[in-house]
């Protein structure tokens, strides 16, 4: 009796996790797209899809636009988001080193924090609920809609955009840019076109995952997070790798929720926040790129 | 090296690795030192105060220095590191009564210790994965001192601490605080300029500049690697020490991400690379702070239209677009445009060298 309990709880939470990780593997996906397409590492990520979040606010709180324009004008501020930051920001440090990027992802970071507590004074918003608020039910589950359609049209992403990486012309310009902006440049490749097309994909996938995250919830800036929370999926499945963030993803949902429920308990809540970065720091020593990432032979 | 003042030339290498090279210079710098003493009689408390967070700041930032400037190891987790010695400095004075001449150098141990086990990475990884590890030393850090026995580290709530006392005096007011910080950051800045040009420091710019290379000429990566961050560590568990006896209390959120996000942006706006650059940075990013601080209410007053939190919001705004514009048009930061200038009056009326 006891065992069966132990395995309907068990089923249970990882189906919990699976879901989490799907919602991970969202906004994993963004950031591996980035820099995917322009070898540029986006710490920002979790601002843009909070700044997205309030952009799709203001959209669906003005009332006058039908619920289809609201969410076309959403994705098209998204593309024009991800214009100007190519344009004012990381056009001038085409060939800079790769720090260089880090710190201005980070400085845009804080920018975009200080833009959103101007605009919008930091305070709490009602999102707006565009997946329906009823869960679907398959069978005996239950999923929660908006992660349930959000991860089926994550998996559509993916496969998408791995086969546009992996197999289309264009798709292979924008990879070997994200292998090396000199050589490519020489190879008649325009690094400018591959940024700026890495940042509208990037803000257009923020805002689909700022869409799946926080449908029908309440709004702040502590959403942010979810950047963060990204990074151990990200690390795990590669920096280059799309398809890999699914995977990844799951992992990582999979195991803080059985942390959350087996290890927790002792450890007064610890152990799920810090299971993600603690495997993160287990793969960063034992696999450097991931499960799922190029390995990079270095020379003098 | 910098231009020398003219008809100054050296036959040893000593000579040239000097900083001061005149007695013109000697005075100045002795001069300095003292101004630096008498400081609380020419300015007021208010004055006093700002100084003492940006000299606590500047000794985190100065410890960056090495770890990020200098090796070339990028650290977002300088934060953390100085939490860990407050934490440790605070538990020390709380729980065994100890005299802050003890715990705060144990603080800089601690902090040390663990830069040292989240530096351990950085043999195999670097640049952006290494700033993941640091990143996640960010965020392990609270959950861990959170979750040590609440007498150890005061848990959830925090540890208030005692002032410290030496021989009759107690540092419990901004002026004698003043002495406390400033004399820790002279010592730790004098440190800090001395280890950089000799083996050790020529040992982290060699890794910097290219560590494969730098492995084939003779340097102990692993070695050399963890130390970088055990000494930069080491400087901010100090300043997280006189942090604890400054404010009298520590708690895990005044350690977060986002101050070492915070002295990563001093760091650049100084130039990565200088001891000079690094102060420079943290004078100038905290003269911008104190500056909002000071207008906002000023503003508040004249456009009563617009809430008084829009103008202390505007600090990220400032502090972000200050990042992005220094790393586009002046990437080697204001200790460059320093040595310009310097240059420039040194070898007037020419133009060029």
């Given at each position: 009796?006891?065992?069966?309990?132990?395995?309907?709880?068990?089923?249970?939470?990882?189906?919990?996790?699976?879901?989490?990780?799907?919602?991970?593997?969202?906004?994993?996906?963004?950031?591996?797209?980035?820099?995917?397409?322009?070898?540029?590492?986006?710490?920002?990520?979790?601002?843009?899809?909070?700044?997205?979040?309030?952009?799709?606010?203001?959209?669906?709180?003005?009332?006058?636009?039908?619920?289809?324009?609201?969410?076309?004008?959403?994705?098209?501020?998204?593309?024009?988001?991800?214009?100007?930051?190519?344009?004012?920001?990381?056009?001038?440090?085409?060939?800079?080193?790769?720090?260089?990027?880090?710190?201005?992802?980070?400085?845009?970071?804080?920018?975009i924090?200080g833009?959103?507590?101007?605009?919008?004074?930091?305070?709490?918003?009602?999102?707006?609920?565009?997946?329906?608020?009823?869960?679907?039910?398959i069978?005996?589950?239950?999923?929660?809609?908006?992660?349930?359609?959000?991860?089926?049209?994550?998996?559509?992403?993916?496969?998408?955009?791995?086969?546009?990486?992996?197999?289309?012309?264009?798709?292979?310009?924008?990879?070997?840019?994200?292998?090396?902006?000199?050589?490519?440049?020489?190879?008649?490749?325009?690094?400018?076109?591959?940024?700026?097309?890495?940042?509208?994909?990037?803000?257009?996938?923020?805002?689909?995952?700022?869409?799946?995250?926080?449908?029908?919830?309440?709004?702040?800036?502590?959403?942010?997070?979810?950047g963060?929370?990204?990074?151990?999926?990200?690390?795990?499945?590669?920096?280059?790798?799309?398809?890999?963030?699914?995977?990844?993803?799951?992992?990582?949902?999979?195991?803080?929720?059985?942390?959350?429920?087996?290890?927790?308990?002792?450890?007064?809540?610890?152990?799920?926040?810090?299971?993600?970065?603690?495997?993160?720091?287990?793969?960063?020593?034992?696999?450097?790129?991931?499960?799922?990432?190029?390995?990079?032979?270095?020379?003098v | 090296?910098?231009?020398?003042?003219?008809?100054?030339?050296?036959?040893?290498?000593?000579?040239?690795?000097?900083?001061?090279?005149?007695?013109?210079?000697?005075?100045?710098?002795?001069?300095?030192?003292?101004?630096?003493m008498?400081?609380?009689?020419?300015?007021?408390?208010?004055?006093?105060?700002?100084?003492?967070?940006?000299?606590?700041?500047?000794?985190?930032?100065?410890?960056?220095?090495?770890?990020?400037?200098?090796?070339?190891?990028?650290?977002?987790?300088?934060?953390?590191?100085?939490?860990?010695?407050?934490?440790?400095?605070?538990?020390?004075?709380?729980?065994?009564?100890?005299?802050?001449?003890?715990?705060?150098?144990?603080?800089?141990?601690?902090?040390?210790?663990?830069?040292?086990?989240?530096?351990?990475?950085?043999?195999?990884?670097?640049?952006?994965?290494?700033?993941?590890?640091?990143i996640?030393?960010?965020?392990?850090?609270?959950?861990?001192i959170?979750?040590?026995?609440?007498?150890?580290?005061?848990?959830?709530i925090?540890?208030?601490?005692?002032?410290?006392?030496?021989?009759?005096?107690?540092?419990?007011?901004?002026?004698?605080?003043?002495?406390?910080i400033?004399?820790?950051?002279?010592?730790?800045?004098?440190?800090?300029?001395?280890?950089?040009?000799?083996?050790?420091?020529?040992?982290?710019?060699?890794?910097?500049?290219?560590?494969?290379?730098?492995?084939?000429?003779?340097?102990n990566?692993?070695?050399?690697?963890?130390?970088?961050?055990?000494?930069?560590?080491?400087?901010?568990?100090?300043?997280?020490?006189?942090?604890?006896?400054?404010?009298?209390?520590?708690?895990?959120?005044?350690f977060?991400?986002?101050?070492?996000?915070?002295?990563?942006?001093?760091?650049?706006?100084?130039?990565?690379?200088?001891?000079?650059?690094?102060?420079?940075?943290?004078?100038?990013?905290?003269?911008?702070?104190?500056?909002?601080?000071?207008?906002?209410?000023?503003?508040?007053e004249?456009?009563?239209?617009?809430?008084?939190?829009?103008?202390?919001?505007?600090?990220?705004?400032?502090?972000?677009?200050?990042?992005?514009?220094?790393?586009?048009?002046?990437?080697?930061?204001?200790?460059?445009?320093?040595?310009?200038?310097?240059?420039?009056?040194?070898?007037?009326?020419?133009?060029?060298?």
């Open positions: 009796m006891e065992w069966e309990y132990f395995f309907i709880d068990l089923a249970q939470y990882t189906l919990e996790g699976v879901l989490k990780g799907l919602l991970y593997a969202v906004v994993a996906i963004a950031f591996i797209v980035v820099y995917r397409s322009g070898r540029i590492l986006n710490l920002a990520q979790g601002e843009i899809l909070v700044f997205m979040a309030y952009v799709i606010w203001t959209f669906f709180s003005l009332t006058v636009f039908p619920f289809w324009i609201a969410l076309l004008l959403s994705f098209g501020a998204a593309v024009l988001l991800g214009l100007i930051i190519e344009r004012f920001i990381f056009r001038p440090l085409i060939g800079q080193p790769i720090w260089a990027i880090i710190m201005v992802s980070i400085g845009l970071m804080i920018l924090q833009i959103v507590q101007v605009g919008w004074g930091g305070i709490e918003r009602p999102f707006p609920q565009i997946f329906p608020e009823a869960p679907v039910r069978g005996e589950l239950i999923f929660t809609s908006s992660i349930f359609w959000g991860g089926i049209i994550a998996l559509a992403i993916v496969a998408g955009l791995t086969f546009v990486f992996n197999r289309t012309r264009w798709g292979l310009k924008l990879t070997a840019v994200a292998e090396e902006h000199q050589v490519a440049q020489a190879m008649g490749i325009s690094v400018k076109k591959s940024i700026a097309v890495a940042w509208i994909i990037g803000c257009a996938l923020s805002t689909f995952a700022a869409i799946v995250f926080l449908n029908g919830q309440t709004l702040t800036f502590a959403a942010a997070v979810i963060l929370h990204a990074l151990p999926v990200v690390l795990l499945a590669g920096l280059e790798s799309i398809s890999g963030a699914v995977v990844a993803g799951i992992i990582v949902g999979v195991g803080e929720s059985w942390a959350a429920a087996y290890l927790d308990p002792y450890t007064e809540g610890a152990m799920s926040q810090a299971f993600p970065y603690v495997l993160m720091l287990i793969v960063l020593l034992f696999r450097p790129q991931g499960l799922f990432g190029w390995k990079i032979i270095e020379r | 090296m910098a231009l020398l003042p003219c008809g100054i030339h050296y036959e040893t290498y000593e000579g040239d690795m000097a900083y001061i090279h005149t007695r013109a210079q000697w005075v100045c710098f002795i001069l300095f030192l003292l101004v630096l008498f400081l609380p009689y020419i300015l007021s408390v208010r004055f006093i105060a700002m100084v003492n967070m940006a000299a606590m700041i500047c000794i985190a930032v100065v410890g960056l220095q090495i770890t990020t400037g200098y090796a070339g190891l990028i650290n977002l987790g300088q934060s953390a590191f100085m939490g860990m010695g407050a934490f440790v400095c605070g538990s020390l004075a709380v729980n065994f009564n100890l005299p802050f001449w003890i715990t705060i150098p144990a603080g800089g141990l601690g902090g040390a210790i663990l830069g040292a086990i989240f530096g351990i990475p950085a043999l195999r990884i670097k640049g952006f994965y290494l700033a993941m590890t640091t996640a030393a960010q965020v392990i850090f609270p959950l861990i959170m979750h040590m026995p609440d007498n150890w580290f005061g848990g959830a925090g540890l208030s601490i005692e002032p410290a006392h030496l021989a009759g005096i107690t540092f419990d007011s901004d002026t004698s605080l003043y002495y406390l400033i004399i820790t950051a002279v010592i730790m800045i004098f440190f800090a300029f001395n280890l950089v040009r000799g083996r050790t420091g020529r040992a982290f710019v060699a890794i910097r500049d290219n560590d494969i290379a730098a492995e084939i000429m003779g340097v990566l692993f070695f050399y690697k963890t130390l970088a961050f055990a000494i930069g560590a080491m400087y901010a568990g100090v300043a997280g020490g006189l942090w604890a006896y400054y404010l009298r209390f520590v708690g895990a959120d005044q977060t991400l986002y101050f070492s996000v915070w002295y990563m942006g001093m760091l650049i706006v100084g130039g990565l690379g200088s001891i000079l650059g690094a102060i420079m940075g943290v004078i100038f990013i905290r003269f911008l702070l104190e500056l909002i601080t000071y207008l906002a209410p000023v503003l508040v004249y456009f009563p239209g617009v809430g008084g939190g829009i103008w202390f919001a505007g600090m990220n705004i400032l502090l972000g677009g200050t990042i992005i514009i220094f790393l586009i048009y002046e990437p080697r930061g204001l200790y460059h445009r320093w040595r310009i200038g310097k240059t420039a009056f040194r070898i007037w009326p020419f133009p060029h060298m």
